[in-house]
C-alpha cells in the first residue's frame, strides 16, 4: 500500500536514517528541512521516483509557510497518513535564574510552535486516512528533568503534551500519536546512548499493524 509520510529535521543523522529506511519499504516521502544543500544531496541518495517524493525547504516555526506546503503536498501525493518530527535544539548549562527569556523562547520555538504547526497543517489530511500514525522523539528526563535544563524541559514536555492531546483526539480515526524517549542519540555507536538503527527499528514497529493499540504512550527507548 502506497502511503505517504513527512519527516521534519529530514537531513539530520536521525532523519537521513529514517527516509532510508521508510523509503526502502515502499513509502512516499515529504521531506521538510531548513538546509536547501543537504536536501538536494538526500534526494540524489534517495533514488525515488518524482511521484514518490515531495522536498521543500522551510522554517517550521511559520505557520503559514507550512499550510501552503501541506496543500501542496496534497496536491501531489494525495493524503498523508504519518508524521514522523525530528526537529531538535538544546539549550542548557544554566540555572533557571541565569536562563534568558530568549534562551526560552528558542526551546518553545523549536519543539512547541514547530510541532503545533506541523499538527495544525498536516493533521487534517491525516484524520481523513482512516490509518495513520505520530512520532515524536523526546528526551528521558522530561517527567524528572534534571538542574540547568528548564528552558528544554520546559518545552519538550509541552511538545509531548501537543502529543498525548492528539492521540486522545485522533484515536477513534485509527490515527496513532506516540513519543520515542531517549537518553541521547549516539550517531556514532560508541554506546552512549540510542542509535538512530534502534529509534528507526522502534518507529518501524509502531508503523505494523501489530502496534496499531499503542497510543499516547511514551516509549522509553534507553537503558534502565
Given at each position: 500500500m502506497n502511503r505517504t509520510i513527512v519527516i521534519t529535521g529530514a537531513t539530520g543523522a536521525l532523519g537521513n536514517k529514517t527516509a532510508?529506511?521508510?523509503a526502502?519499504?515502499?513509502y512516499s516521502l515529504v521531506l521538510l528541512d531548513n538546509d536547501q544543500a543537504k536536501l538536494d544531496a538526500l534526494t540524489r541518495e534517495l533514488h525515488l521516483p518524482a511521484e514518490r517524493l515531495f522536498v521543500s525547504?522551510?522554517?517550521l516555526r511559520d505557520g503559514k509557510a507550512l499550510?501552503?506546503?501541506a496543500e501542496a503536498v496534497a496536491d501531489k501525493l494525495g493524503r498523508v497518513h504519518a508524521l514522523i518530527h525530528l526537529v531538535g535544539g538544546w539549550v542548557g548549562g544554566k540555572t533557571l535564574v541565569e536562563t534568558s527569556v530568549e534562551d526560552l523562547d528558542l526551546m518553545l520555538s523549536q519543539h512547541v510552535w514547530t510541532t503545533f504547526h506541523l499538527?495544525?497543517?498536516f493533521v487534517p489530511r491525516l484524520s481523513k486516512s482512516g490509518w495513520g500514525r505520530v512520532i515524536v522523539v523526546s528526551a528521558s528526563t522530561?517527567?524528572?528533568p534534571p538542574g540547568k535544563t528548564g528552558a528544554y524541559a520546559a518545552a519538550k514536555a509541552a511538545q509531548e503534551n501537543l502529543v498525548l492531546t492528539l492521540a486522545a483526539e485522533l484515536k477513534e480515526k485509527?490515527?496513532?500519536a506516540n513519543i520515542i524517549q531517549v537518553r541521547a542519540i549516539d550517531v556514532e555507536n560508541k554506546g552512549t546512548g540510542t542509535t538512530p538503527d534502534?529509534?528507526?527499528a522502534a518507529m518501524t514497529y509502531l508503523f505494523s499493524e501489530e502496534a496499531s493499540k499503542i497510543n499516547g504512550a511514551r516509549i522509553p527507548l534507553y537503558s534502565l
Open positions: 532510508h529506511a521508510f526502502g519499504r515502499g525547504v522551510v522554517d499550510r501552503n506546503i499538527f495544525q497543517s522530561v517527567p524528572q485509527g490515527v496513532t534502534e529509534i528507526v
